[in-house]
């Protein structure tokens, strides 16, 4: 499993979980005596249209890159629970929430997103064994619930397999994963607290519910595979960080262990670990027929890695591979290979080697020199962005102009035709075991929510398993897809929706979104709060710029490191389309990402804070000069570039949101958003940028920073805080542009 990428907000939505060299100590820590006066509850600044910020102090650090002295003068936020940063929190939330409270809509938009988000939501079904695993929530349960069922049909019963809804009264502790055995008879299963990437594993009993003494800690960026005998599983794991490090401190030497049931973790088996090389990763995987642990080396968040296998018929399952049991398949960091199956030594491969765009192929690890690699399934002019295999076929999952298409294979590669889907939007699913005769899938867009699919896999045939009942009218609205023009002439497709008959008059609010990095795509996908704010007469766009993967790994190489201002120009001239084709104009024109997509809003802010009329960078990577310092940050490099390099410096230098703020310039109103249990983006990134612009701003619009307790990145985030804090933008966008909604209402 790799480490878990900078995961991308879908335009204020509850979108899925998230889905990453140098790591460094810390350094040039501020002394008592440059914190000095750093008592925000005591001191403030008067700001422009009746605000008062906050002051933070400003300490004396410095620090030099190839000879360029950086100031570094809010370094003292970056530890988020010293007593001068908590004051700051506490005295930053008091602004923001006095001036979201004043918002006359804020309570109906609340109550409509609270009405809408109130329906049942379906995952999609996994069998093993006679048994059928999916995930539902009721509607606003802040977690969704495990359940189990013999059969889908009929009169069967569910029966309750875990739900993390009991674990704790505010709805903090969420499922971090989930692994069940062969025989269908155990679980194991991943918890994290208040947001962190931390989680503590369980092993639990299917049939009574009862959990086993097995208790495994500090993983992080691992899932679980169990051996086809169902007596353990394999599993990855960090060395314990010393007290009070946790949330910050760099995350190294990642090791591979197997865990027999009812044994202590102490007396779990290291399989493999590379002391020489910390920054390595492992992923075990064991093959569909028990034979194989297919081991996945990652260094990072690039789509590149090792493989290694063990012959399980060969060594004792669980016991450290003696010699060279563990065997090298592919040596090098040279290209993506992501296993999706085997037929007897026989593995199949997607991967971007020599085909930018993807294609699968098959290597006998009897023969494993490249030269007797074979080609599946080619490279082909769509983006493929995945591939499964299930009833004796190969599902390979392809982004046509960055919405979904389902190409079925059989074993020798050879095209049996594609699943007919709905319409323009993306799908996730299709696994399943070699002898099973079904498969599902889910299917979504920007106004249809997920909608489950039982598909046949004989006649090819799929028909509706769960469709949610949504109080909202999606007939009403329409998207269209455009192709912008960036800077150096690159075309960019871009999504817009909004209400049927819009009037091009360029005075609609729109909501402009972003992501643009780790070869992350952004397809169709429904959103409450997006269906709220269209209801409310926005405008919603979504901008597939370079840097993700919407059209492979070229695209997404384009909008990194040296790069990486080919993503900020493409947002850019996204927004001025809007503007040009009088979709909307500068003054109603909101931009949003999250993480690497609040790095996006951050950068294009302080480039040109002209044309925009809103802003909402969540979780952002905002100092790009120490962002690598952090938990799993090193591993970012592999996108952006480090500070440590002479060149990248430079390129970061030029476009680092924090290092970017001018003195006495006005900038949009904007709203940032963190959490102060983040440990993948820690939230010293958004206080420095938010002290930093406090200081900088000029004028009369609100510059705010909103800042969640007992909570983190975004996975597993409570569903009441989910609607709390949409609310919260929603107004703010409401405020700002002046806009005078009544959501509509079922009741």
Not at 35 to 62: E, F, M, R, W
Not at 166 to 171: A, N, R, V
Not at 599 to 613: H, I, N
Not at 620 to 645: C, E, N, P, Q
Request: aromatic letters at 10%.
């Amino acid at each position: 499993m790799r480490p878990a990428i900078l995961c991308p907000t879908l335009a204020l939505s509850f979108a899925a979980a998230c889905g990453s060299g140098g790591a460094q100590t810390r350094e040039n820590v501020p002394t008592q005596q440059e914190k000095s006066g750093a008592q925000p509850t005591g001191d403030t600044a008067q700001a422009g249209g009746g605000l008062t910020y906050p002051t933070a102090a400003k300490g004396a650090v410095v620090d030099t890159y190839h000879g360029t002295k950086v100031p570094d003068p809010y370094r003292w936020l970056e530890d988020p629970d010293s007593a001068e940063t908590r004051a700051w929190i506490e005295a930053e939330n008091k602004v923001t929430f006095s001036f979201l409270e004043s918002i006359p809509q804020r309570r109906a938009i609340g109550d409509r997103l609270t009405e809408l988000w109130n329906y049942e939501k379906y995952g999609v079904p996994k069998k093993r064994a006679r048994r059928y695993f999916y995930d539902k929530n009721d509607g606003l349960q802040n977690q969704d619930v495990i359940y189990w069922t013999p059969s889908l049909e009929g009169k069967a019963r569910p029966r309750v397999l875990l739900d993390p809804n009991t674990l704790s009264p505010d709805g903090t502790v969420a499922l971090a994963g989930l692994a069940i055995s062969e025989d269908a008879k155990l679980a194991a299963y991943g918890l994290q607290s208040a947001g962190s990437d931390w989680s503590e594993w369980k092993v639990r009993k299917i049939d009574s519910g009862e959990d086993m003494t097995d208790h495994l800690k500090w993983i992080k960026f691992s899932g679980a595979s169990w051996t086809r005998d169902s007596k353990g599983f394999y599993y990855s794991r960090y060395p314990e960080p010393k007290p009070g490090d946790a949330m910050t401190d760099t995350n190294l030497n990642q090791k591979l262990y197997y865990h027999r049931i009812g044994t202590p973790q102490s007396d779990d088996v290291l399989v493999y670990e590379r002391p020489d090389e910390p920054k390595w990763g492992f992923g075990g995987m064991v093959t569909e027929d028990g034979r194989y642990l297919v081991v996945s080396v990652w260094k990072g968040t690039g789509p590149k890695n090792m493989v290694l296998y063990q012959d399980l018929a060969r060594t004792r399952s669980g016991q450290k591979p003696a010699g060279d049991a563990m065997q090298t398949l592919v040596g090098e960091f040279d290209a993506k290979f992501d296993f999706i199956g085997n037929r007897g030594p026989i593995f199949w491969f997607v991967t971007d080697l020599a085909s930018p765009r993807g294609r699968i192929i098959a290597i006998d690890v009897r023969k494993p020199d490249r030269a007797s690699w074979t080609e599946l399934v080619p490279h082909g002019e769509d983006a493929l962005q995945g591939a499964s295999t299930v009833g004796g076929r190969i599902f390979a999952e392809y982004l046509h102009d960055a919405h979904s298409r389902v190409a079925v294979h059989d074993p020798k590669g050879k095209h049996l035709g594609d699943v007919k889907l709905p319409g323009l939007g993306s799908v996730g699913g299709f696994s399943g075991r070699r002898e099973h005769t079904e498969t599902f899938y889910a299917y979504t867009s920007f106004n249809t929510p997920a909608t489950i699919y039982r598909y046949d896999i004989k006649s090819g045939k799929s028909t509706v398993l769960r469709e949610p009942k949504v109080a909202f009218d999606k007939d009403s609205f329409e998207t269209e897809q455009v192709f912008v023009t960036s800077k150096d002439g690159t075309r960019v497709p871009m999504f817009i929706t909004h209400r049927k008959g819009l009037a091009r008059d360029g005075n609609n609010p729109t909501l402009l979104y972003g992501y643009g990095g780790f070869n992350v795509s952004l397809a169709p996908y429904f959103s409450v709060v997006s269906a709220v704010w269209l209801e409310m007469g926005g405008v919603l766009a979504i901008a597939n710029l370079r840097g993700g993967g919407e059209y492979g790994e070229e695209w997404h190489l384009a909008g990194t490191k040296l790069a990486k201002q080919n993503v900020f120009d493409d947002f850019i001239a996204a927004a001025e389309w809007l503007i040009a084709n009088k979709v909307t104009s500068s003054v109603r024109l909101a931009i949003q990402g999250g993480s690497n997509g609040g790095l996006l809003v951050g950068a294009v802010m302080t480039q040109r804070p002209d044309l925009f009329g809103a802003a909402l960078p969540q979780v952002g990577v905002m100092d790009m000069l120490r962002f690598h310092k952090f938990t799993i940050g090193w591993a970012w490099v592999d996108d952006y570039g480090s500070s440590d390099d002479p060149a990248e410096f430079k390129a970061l230098m030029a476009y680092s949101p924090l290092h970017n703020l001018k003195p006495g310039t006005a900038y949009p109103p904007t709203l940032v958003t963190t959490a102060d249990h983040d440990d993948r983006v820690v939230p010293g990134h958004s206080f420095k940028f938010a002290a930093a612009l406090q200081a900088a701003h000029q004028g009369p619009n609100p510059v705010l920073i909103r800042v969640q307790t007992k909570a983190g990145h975004g996975a597993g985030k409570p569903t009441k805080m989910k609607i709390e804090e949409a609310a919260d933008q929603l107004a703010f966008m409401v405020k700002v542009f002046g806009m005078s909604p009544r959501p509509p209402s079922t009741r």
